[in-house]
């Protein structure tokens, strides 16, 4: 089936008081595996692409410094990989940009196929923040494409969003801004951290997600609240990274049991990143122990010289160069590639697989409507 917006399937998570995962791709195999493992659990399905993933995915291996243009190549090879294995899917699936820097790199997401996307006017001051969005959300909505924006600022690092601390969402302003920019989802800050360094015991301040809940329904305004900066980061994957001879520390994730707890606050959509690329790294680092004859392999040897420069690091992306055609084209040479691809889709199925479980979304798909971007336009037009 077509690719679905972000509305229709965050109506039916408040409709039905569930949780949906929205997971981070940052390879065609990625996007492979996720929608392999939402189909087996009949789970609708949100696949996010980063702003910078889509500069990774365009080629650029130093993806913090890449280009619009590196964007605009990027984002149509996640939308041509989620396209070639959804297209017969029979769940929603939705193609979300994640943490947009700017609204060009929205305009790029959506020209390259995206039916979401998310614009990052956090670090403005709220009237800029709103006429940002704004703009964003005219451009997109006359494409049929959903729109999230975020208000409040999460501590943590990733790609190139960062900040040293938090500052927690006004709920009356979060309405404020709902009604103003007329924006689908809005990403709140109430404890979460981006990054694989959350702090122990994390709290979350789930009364704001209840309190901007209930305002909404007072005034009759539909949105969708998001979780950012959610992973959980799995303790035992991250002892599994260090006894292989990795070097993490101070590596912990907000408990699922605060996680399921946000969401009948009103809690509807939890990204999900950092544990993805931990099962993945892990996965990779037991492939050498296993098979150490493949250190030497000319086709992945590169990526296992990456892993052991680079103990300290757990994201993918640094340890993928090696084999980037495979990254952004799905292409497999070899077995040793294919090897490798099967790491990275075990990695995402063991994490999404758990996830969609626990937050709730496993069965859910035929709850959702199935609106294409052409539908959704003219009910855009409407509101």
């Known amino acids: 089936m077509p690719l679905i917006p972000l509305r229709p399937l965050m109506e039916a998570t408040i409709k039905y008081g569930f949780g949906q995962g929205a997971f981070n791709v940052n390879a065609v195999a990625q996007a492979k595996a996720a929608i392999e493992v939402h189909e087996m659990f009949r789970s609708p399905a949100i696949l996010q692409g980063a702003d910078l993933a889509n500069g990774f995915m365009g080629g650029r291996t130093d993806f913090m410094n890449a280009t619009l ?12 990989a989620v396209k070639k294995y959804g297209a017969d899917s029979d769940i929603p699936i939705v193609l979300h940009l994640d943490h947009g820097r700017d609204f060009d790199s929205c305009v790029a997401a959506i020209e390259g196929g995206y039916t979401s996307v998310m614009i990052d006017g956090s670090s403005l001051p709220f009237d800029e923040n709103v006429d940002l969005t704004r703009e964003v959300v005219k451009y997109a909505h006359a494409r049929g ?8 600022v999460l501590a943590g690092v990733e790609d190139h969003v960062f900040s040293a601390s938090s500052t927690y969402t006004n709920p009356l302003k979060a309405v404020e801004f709902f009604r103003k920019t007329g924006v689908d989802a809005l990403a709140i800050s109430y404890g979460t951290m981006h990054g694989a360094s959350k702090g122990k015991d994390v709290k979350l301040r789930k009364e704001i997600a209840t309190a901007i809940r209930e305002c909404l ?15 959980t980061v ?8 260090n006894a292989l001879g990795g070097e993490l520390t101070n590596a912990y994730g907000i408990s699922i049991e605060e996680l399921q707890a ?27 122990v ?75 798909a035929p709850l959702v409507e199935q609106v294409t971007l052409e539908e959704m336009i003219e009910r855009y037009k409407k509101n």
């Open 234 to 241: 799995p303790k035992y994957i991250v002892d599994e990274i």
């Open 217 to 231: 329904s007072h005034e009759g305004i539909f949105g969708a609240l998001v979780s950012h900066g959610s992973s």
């Open 69 to 80: 243009e590196d964007k605009k190549i990027g984002a149509k090879n996640i939308a041509d």
């Open 145 to 152: 494409v959903s729109v999230e924006g975020e208000l409040g």
């Open 262 to 288: 946000a969401i009948p606050c009103g809690i509807n959509k939890i990204n999900v990143d950092t544990d993805i690329r931990l099962a993945v790294t892990r996965n990779m680092k037991e492939l050498f």
């Open 290 to 364: 296993k098979y150490p004859e493949l250190r030497t392999s000319a086709s992945i040897g590169g990526i296992y010289e990456l892993l052991e420069a680079k103990k300290s690091q757990f994201d993918p992306r640094v340890f993928l160069p090696p084999i980037m055609d495979t990254v952004m084209k799905g292409t497999i040479p070899d077995d040793d590639v294919a090897a490798i691809v099967n790491c990275v889709e075990r990695g995402v199925k063991e994490v999404v697989g758990t996830l969609i479980v626990q937050f709730g979304s496993f069965g859910k």
